[in-house]
């Protein structure tokens, strides 16, 4: 069933354009076939370094523009004003290692001019590790159109669009990284292509806060998001359906063994970064812990969620396709085994909410459910469940309401339970 009602016509209205098409958005290169990975060249490669003052390269681009398939390029400490670009099958296997045990040593700085501090396009498998992106008009790290990366101990802040990003590619690992402050998501993977033998990508141990969205994934696949932590967020995660990318919707993709905690931060009110007023991130539900906008077969599992005021968990269809009505549904779909409101100390606002939309979709052993949309919790199919799941108008008309900074005014306020090193993050203070 599928109602379209001015509540659902006015937030698909507002959301079709995608935060990464705005007009503070440069033009990304065109999206390619990633194919199939380059082979990976004979030989340790040669090491070339760059430094402010003695070195033979004085930027970052020099030293890469020289380098081959396998070869290192090591930065010294220091801030580097310049926008660095790896290209093609011939930098595949490329190092770019600032300083991994501090990467805030090495500083790439954008000054709001520059549009991404390292931009990976169609060159397979490229180490990225040990460097601070900060003010750079679109991303910090933007991997695209690649059969695996790794982009590890990063921080990306107060960029443009997103933190560290990926695009039309196979596989890849994010891990040991930080996001912060950044105009849309902290860290995101989209357009992933379907695959006969899916290469997964693995985000491990990233912290992403202070952003509208924590983690955005537009039609991503195949993704395992683990040991990670989404706090201080407008919202968590939201894996979601939209027709401007690829291969839509989000399918396979796991959520696991993440804390998922105080997105509360209300951005419309003000923050380090311009304030979007169209896109995912603008509507994206303040309060929210994680939200499946569409999807098939994806997995949100044992996971710590509290201190949300508004909802932990939410799945809504995809209200927002209109020209691929075959991925709207919600299909396979499990919340099972996570733990809501940390033992009553730190209660979400609502624990679960669903429309009813699609079959299969199941929530099984999750533990301090308490408050749910609908009330009655009657579209919560246990686990394991197979067919028709039951609709709700209510449900999704109530959910539709708490779309954008909507949902402040309903949010259910708890006290949040002391957390050492880190501080609640609702309104941004200068």
Not at 73 to 93: D, F, H, L, Q
Not at 229 to 251: Q, V
Not at 277 to 290: D, N, Q, W
Not at 361 to 383: E, Q
Request: aromatic share 8%.
């Amino acid at each position: 069933m599928r109602i379209r009602t001015a509540a659902v016509a006015a937030l698909a209205a507002g959301l079709l354009i995608p935060a990464g098409a705005l007009a503070q958005a440069p033009s990304y290169p065109e999206p390619a076939n990633p194919g199939k990975v380059v082979p990976k060249p004979k030989g340790k490669g040669k090491t070339r370094t760059v430094c402010k003052k003695g070195c033979k390269f004085k930027t970052i681009q020099s030293a890469v523009n020289r380098s081959k398939a396998g070869d290192t390029v090591k930065v010294k400490r220091g801030t580097y004003r310049e926008a660095v670009k790896i290209t093609g099958p011939k930098k595949s296997y490329l190092k770019l290692v600032g300083t991994p045990k501090s990467p805030g040593r090495v500083v790439l700085e954008g000054a709001d001019k520059k549009t991404n501090g390292v931009l990976v396009n169609g060159a397979d498998e490229v180490t990225v590790r040990g460097i601070k992106a900060q003010n750079y008009t679109s991303n910090g790290f933007f991997f695209v159109n690649v059969v695996g990366y790794t982009a590890q101990n990063l921080i990306a802040a107060k960029t443009g669009v997103y933190g560290i990003y990926a695009f039309n590619s196979k596989g890849g690992t994010m891990r040991d990284s930080e996001a912060y402050y950044n105009n849309d998501a902290g860290f995101y993977i989209g357009q992933t292509p379907a695959q006969v033998k899916p290469i997964r990508s693995i985000v491990d141990n990233i912290d992403s806060w202070g952003n509208p969205l924590g983690w955005s994934g537009t039609n991503m696949r195949y993704v395992t998001i683990t040991n990670s932590r989404f706090y201080n967020n407008a919202a968590g995660l939201i894996p979601n359906a939209l027709d401007s990318e690829k291969f839509p919707p989000a399918e396979d993709n796991i959520i696991r063994g993440n804390e998922i905690f105080w997105n509360n931060f209300d951005f419309h009110k003000g923050a380090p970064f311009k304030i979007a007023t169209e896109g995912t991130s603008a509507l994206a539900p303040v309060g929210t812990g994680i939200l499946l906008l569409a999807g098939r077969r994806n997995i949100v599992e044992d996971n710590e969620i509290y201190g949300n005021w508004g909802i932990g968990v939410a799945l809504v269809q995809g209200i927002l396709l209109e020209k691929n009505p075959q991925a709207v549904d919600l299909v396979g779909n499990e919340v099972r085994n996570n733990r809501f409101g940390l033992d009553g100390t730190d209660l979400n606002g609502r624990e679960l909410a669903y429309s009813g939309n699609g079959s299969g979709n199941c929530f099984g052993g999750n533990t301090g459910v308490s408050v749910t949309i609908p009330a009655d919790g009657s579209t919560l199919a246990p686990c394991p469940f197979t067919g028709a799941n039951t609709p709700n108008d209510g449900a999704l008309g109530e959910m539709l309401s708490l779309a954008g900074e909507a949902s402040v005014a309903a949010w259910k306020r708890h006290p949040h339970v002391a957390k050492a090193g880190f501080e609640p993050l609702e309104l941004y203070t200068p």
